[in-house]
């Protein structure tokens, strides 16, 4: 497991590279982070941004989603994986905002997490991204890049979750998901990691054992 020293190190790092880290996914609104999270589910972020494109500008609120009606919502993101559950879940996410919280979207997480498609992950984000909230999303890139460096090890996404939240240095905890999934995405991938060209190698569980094998 890495070290302390070496968290605030490879941290650091990944921070100097990139200070202001944000979500690739597009959205102008609150409503619209927590449309285009959920949506994201078991599609990349590129597909989802390809629909969103065609949606917002049509229902960029709760109200107007509701109004556009659930079939011309699958219409709009049918290019996304599951899109026909996704549009019945939104739509009735939408309905829940509108009749308990105005059209705004809930900063708690219990209420978050009770919407419809809504799991803890997206409700990290939205509490993150929109709100500021040191929270820990835990997506495929998070678990692997935790799990392959030593830094969060942990069977589940949820423990990987709850180790992070022990090791992130309080001066990264706000930011430390973005530079996670990003070094994910980019560098440490699932198939072919990056590893000559990666910035943290020097702390990383992986990089270490492949330094010696080279030795």
């Known amino acids: 497991m890495m070290k302390p020293a070496e968290i605030e190190s490879f941290f650091a790092t990944l921070a100097a ?32 941004n390809k629909a969103t494109r065609r949606l917002f500008p049509q229902a960029g609120t709760p109200q107007q989603m509701l109004a556009l009606g659930e079939a011309a919502v699958a219409g709009q993101i049918r290019t996304i994986g599951l899109y026909r559950n996704k549009a019945r ?19 708690d997480r219990a209420a978050l ?3 419809p498609g809504v799991g803890r992950k997206t409700a990290n984000v ?13 997506d495929t ?8 460096s030593g830094l969060a090890p942990g069977k589940t996404p949820q423990a990987v979750e709850q180790q992070l939240g022990k090791r992130v240095p309080p001066p990264f905890r706000r930011d430390a998901h973005h530079w996670l999934i ?12 990056r590893c000559g060209e990666c910035s943290v190698r020097s702390w990383c569980d992986t990089g270490k054992a492949l330094d ?3 030795r």
């Open 182 to 193: 990003l070094h994910g995405r980019y560098v440490c991938t699932a198939r072919a990691p």
């Open 89 to 107: 879940h939104l739509l009735q996410t939408c309905r829940i905002l509108v009749d308990q919280y105005g059209g705004q979207v809930p900063r």
């Open 17 to 48: 590279a990139n200070p202001q880290p944000a979500s690739e996914l597009e959205y102008t609104s609150v409503f619209e982070l927590l449309a285009a999270v959920l949506l994201s589910a078991q599609a990349t972020d590129v597909g989802v």
């Open 126 to 138: 939205v509490l993150n991204v929109a709100f500021g909230e040191p929270t820990n999303p835990v």
């Open 212 to 214: 010696r094998q080279a």
């Open 113 to 115: 997490e009770a919407l």
């Open 141 to 148: 890139h998070v678990f692997r890049v935790c799990n392959r």
